[in-house]
Nanobody
Framework: QVQLVESGGGLVQAGGSLRLSCAAS????????MGWYRQAPGKERELVAT???????NYADSVKGRFTISRDNAKNTLYLQMNSLKPEHTAVYYC?????????????WGQGTQVTVSS
C-alpha cells in the first residue's frame, strides 16, 4: 500500500505561482512513475505531467513551458511548480503513483488539493 498526501494548493491571482507537493509513504519501493492530474468542475480528470524514476518527464501540451514536475526520490516527494497561472488552471490537482507489482501495475491517488486562480 502507498499513501499519497498533496499540499500546496490555494488561491492565487492570475500570473502568480504555486508549488504543489506530494508526500508518498508506505511501500514506496514499488513506485515507478509518478504524476499530477487535475479535474476542473464539470470536466473529466486529465493528465498534467508525469515523471519516471529516472527523471524522464512528460507534459500535457497546455502546461508545457509553465509547469515543471520533479521528484526527490530520497524524500519520496513529488513536486509541481506552476508558473504564470491562468484562471483555466483552476482545478483539483491529484497526485498519482504507479506501483509495479507481480500482479501488474497498481495506481494510487492522493485526496487532491484545490488550486484556484482568480482573474
Amino acid at each position: 500500500q502507498v499513501q499519497l498526501v498533496e499540499s500546496g494548493g490555494g488561491l492565487v491571482q492570475a500570473g502568480g505561482s504555486l508549488r504543489l507537493s506530494c508526500a508518498a509513504s508506505g511501500d514506496t519501493r514499488c513506485i515507478s512513475a509518478m504524476g499530477w492530474y487535475r479535474q476542473a468542475p464539470g470536466k473529466e480528470r486529465e493528465l498534467v505531467a508525469t515523471i519516471t524514476g529516472g527523471g524522464s518527464t512528460n507534459y500535457a501540451d497546455s502546461v508545457k513551458g509553465r509547469f515543471t514536475i520533479s521528484r526527490d526520490n530520497a524524500k519520496n516527494t513529488l513536486y509541481l511548480q506552476m508558473n504564470s497561472l491562468k484562471p483555466e488552471h483552476t482545478a483539483v490537482y491529484y497526485c498519482n503513483a504507479a506501483c509495479s507489482l507481480r500482479r501488474g501495475v497498481v495506481q494510487y491517488w492522493g485526496q487532491g488539493t484545490q488550486v484556484t486562480v482568480s482573474s
